[in-house]
């Protein structure tokens, strides 16, 4: 098992900047790759961006590529959203996910571990 606990969102304007933080805990050593996802009000749950866990490779959603960056520290066993240029349609909870058989997919069925969300509001 795995346990993750999500910090760092809160309310910015528009063109701010957050860095949302993940930390993992339990067997850390089966991950292979977190992810983040968000879910705004009455829309399903949406692909953000994952990071492998052993090999620090990325891919973004093309929402947010250029704009967010995800990155790992292992030895601390924390997963990191830099996120700028914020518009208000990144409004959403924003999820922590971890993979432990490699999948690194884009849909929630791909990730067997969930944080518990944090909230992310940008106004105009």
């Known amino acids: 098992q795995v346990q993750l606990v999500e910090s760092g969102g809160g309310l910015v304007q528009a063109g701010g900047s957050l860095r949302l933080s993940c930390a993992a805990s339990g067997r850390t050593s089966s991950m292979t790759n977190m992810a983040w996802f968000r879910q705004a009000p009455g829309k399903e749950r949406e692909f953000v961006a994952t990071?492998?866990?052993?090999?620090?490779?990325?891919y973004y959603s093309d929402s947010v590529k250029g704009r967010f960056t995800i990155s790992r520290v292992k030895i601390v066993n924390a997963v990191y959203l830099q996120m700028n240029s914020l518009k208000p349609e990144d409004t959403a909870v924003y999820y922590c996910a971890a993979d432990y058989l490699g999948r690194f997919g884009v849909t929630p069925p791909s990730y067997a571990y969930w944080g518990q969300g944090t909230q992310v509001t940008v106004s105009s």
């Open positions: 990071i492998g866990w052993s090999s620090s490779s990325t």
